[in-house]
Nanobody, 124 residues
């Protein structure tokens, strides 16, 4: 089992920035990828970004490329999502997720472990 704890959400004006953190514990040695997804009211959960644990390669949804940056701290088993140039349409609950399955990339169904979610609200 892998436990994920997110932090860092909040309310920000359009154009502002936030940084989300996700700390992993438990059987972290089995993790192949960690990522972020988000879910706005009335919408399906969607992929935001993911990092492949063995290579540190990162992948982003087109809607956040150039604005969001995913990074990790190996020593702390923590990933960070830096959100810049935020837009009202970025408003959602952001979930950290992890998987031990290969080639999960942005497929929400391939992620096994989930955090509790953190609210990001961007006002116009």
């Amino acid at each position: 089992q892998v436990q994920l704890v997110e932090s860092g959400g909040g309310l920000v004006q359009a154009g502002g920035s936030l940084r989300l953190s996700c700390a992993a514990s438990g059987r972290t040695f089995s993790v192949s990828a960690m990522g972020w997804f988000r879910q706005a009211p009335g919408k399906e959960r969607e992929f935001v970004a993911t990092i492949i644990w063995s290579s540190t390669n990162t992948y982003y949804a087109d809607s956040v490329k150039g604005r969001f940056t995913l990074s990790r701290d190996n020593a702390k088993n923590t990933v960070y999502l830096q959100l810049n140039s935020l837009k009202p349409e970025d408003t959602a609950v952001y979930y950290c997720a992890a998987t031990n399955r290969p080639y999960a990339f942005g497929d929400v169904s391939q992620y096994i472990y989930w955090g509790q979610g953190t609210q990001v609200t961007v006002s116009s």
